[in-house]
């Protein structure tokens, strides 16, 4: 199950389409299709099994990249997240899982991270620190007049 937000008037950051936002998007920093030998190498030296070194590389290409986003796309963004971690039943092992037939890859091993839902909680509560005033902002708006 991938949680989706509800539809609001918030358009893409960068095309004019209804922003849905999905886990994947917080996972957008660690493609390294078409970049294994690059980026693919450096990932492969984090171990994403270590809570230190996981969210020094959430902080690094997560909270402090994203801020490219508004507001209000980051609060749309971390609301899935929110949805996902309250779900006993969200496979986050399956959002790691390499798809063959796609064209976007993580870095290797990322599938056996030992407990995926925990790099997503600490996704959460960094964004939570990060961007709090921002989710505050937003979360005190009204998300029809998006």
């Not at 801020?67 to 899935?80: D, G, I, N, Q, T």
């Not at 599938?111 to 995926?116: F, G, H, K, L, S």
Request: aromatic content about 10%; some cysteine.
């Amino acid at each position: 199950m991938m949680p989706k937000t509800k539809p609001t008037g918030l358009r893409g950051p960068w095309v004019d389409v209804p922003y849905e936002p999905t886990l994947y998007h917080f996972l957008g920093p660690f493609d390294v299709y078409d970049r294994e030998e690059t980026l693919g190498v450096e990932l492969d030296a984090w171990d994403m099994n270590d809570p230190l070194q996981r969210a020094a590389l959430i902080r690094r290409d997560i909270t402090s990249q994203y801020k490219e986003l508004s507001y209000r796309h980051r609060h749309a963004l971390v609301a899935v997240l929110a949805q996902a971690l309250h779900d006993p039943a969200c496979d986050f092992q399956a959002i790691l899982e390499h798809d063959p037939d796609s064209t976007h890859a993580l870095p290797a091993l990322w599938d056996e991270m030992a407990d995926p839902r925990a790099f997503f909680a600490d996704i959460y509560r960094l964004v939570q620190q990060d961007w709090g005033d921002d989710l505050a902002r937003a979360a005190a708006e009204d998300p029809s007049g998006w």
